[in-house]
C-alpha cells in the first residue's frame, strides 16, 4: 500500500480528495499541523506528495524546496494558480507534475497512478544501472550525472529524460517520444512541462562544462550531442 501526503488546507476538497484515492488503495496521512510540514514528512514517509501552494505558515514553493533538499519522493503540486510561471516556478523547485484546481478526480488518481508506476513500479525496474556516453555518466542509483569529476544530481524525471538522450547520442528523439517515457500519457500533459525539464538539465549539464549539448529542432524533438573525447578513454 503506497502512502500519499496530502497537503491542502482546504479541508473539504481534502476530505474529498483523500476519500477517492482510498477507494483505490492509496494510504493517506493529512498533515495535523502546517507549522510543522516538515517534520511530519519526515515522520510519514511517504510514497508521493500532492501539495497546494497557498497554505498557512510556509507556502507550497518553500515546502517543495525543503522536501527536495532531502528526498527525491515524487511531489504532485494540485493548485488553484494557473500561469505558466507559477508552473515553471514549480517544476524549477523539483515538484514533478501540476494539476492546477478545479480538476477532476480522474485526472487526479491517472497522475497519481502514473506516477507510481513510474517511481516505484513497472517502469521503475527498468532503470537500473549506469550508462554513459563520451564520458557524460549517468547512475541510476543515485540518479547522479558525473563528467570529468564534477556531478549534479537529478529528479527522476531529469534521469529519464536523459537517459533517453543518452541511449540515442546525436539522434533527434521526438518531444511526444520524450513526454510519453516520463509521463505515460500525451492527453494530461502541458507541453511546456517537457520544456521546463528539458531547460534544467541544459543548465545541469552546463554546470559539468557541457554547454550547449543538447538542441531543439521545432516539429522533430531534442538531441544530445556530446563532443568526441580524443585522446580520451571514454567511462
Not at 81 to 92: K, L
Not at 169 to 191: G, K, M, Q
Not at 212 to 235: A, D, E, F
Amino acid at each position: 500500500m503506497h502512502k500519499i501526503m496530502l497537503i491542502e488546507d482546504d479541508r473539504q476538497l481534502s476530505e474529498l480528495v483523500g476519500n477517492h484515492l482510498e477507494r483505490y488503495g492509496y494510504k493517506i496521512h493529512f498533515p495535523k499541523d502546517f507549522q510543522y510540514i516538515i517534520e511530519s514528512f519526515t515522520e510519514v514517509q511517504p510514497d508521493l506528495i500532492l501539495l497546494d501552494i497557498n497554505l498557512p505558515y510556509y507556502d507550497g514553493y518553500f515546502l517543495c524546496r525543503s522536501i527536495r533538499q532531502q528526498s527525491t519522493v515524487p511531489i504532485i503540486i494540485i493548485s488553484a494558480r494557473s500561469t505558466e510561471m507559477d508552473q515553471i516556478m514549480a517544476m524549477e523547485l523539483g515538484a514533478d507534475d501540476y494539476i492546477t484546481k478545479p480538476f477532476t478526480f480522474e485526472l487526479l488518481h491517472t497522475k497519481v497512478k502514473a506516477t507510481i508506476r513510474r517511481v516505484y513500479g513497472e517502469y521503475a525496474s527498468r532503470v537500473t544501472g549506469e550508462i554513459s556516453t563520451e564520458g557524460l555518466k549517468l547512475d541510476s542509483q543515485t540518479l547522479v550525472v558525473q563528467f570529468e569529476g564534477n556531478r549534479e544530481e537529478l529528479s527522476k524525471n531529469e534521469y529519464i529524460l536523459l537517459k533517453k538522450l543518452i541511449e540515442q547520442h546525436n539522434t533527434y528523439i521526438p518531444r511526444e517520444t520524450l513526454i510519453e517515457a516520463v509521463w505515460d500519457s500525451l492527453n494530461f500533459v502541458d507541453d511546456n512541462t517537457l520544456t521546463v525539464n528539458m531547460t534544467r538539465i541544459k543548465q545541469k549539464l552546463s554546470s559539468l562544462g557541457l554547454r550547449n549539448v543538447i538542441t531543439s529542432k521545432r516539429g522533430v524533438g531534442y538531441m544530445l550531442s556530446v563532443p568526441s573525447r580524443l585522446g580520451k578513454t571514454n567511462g
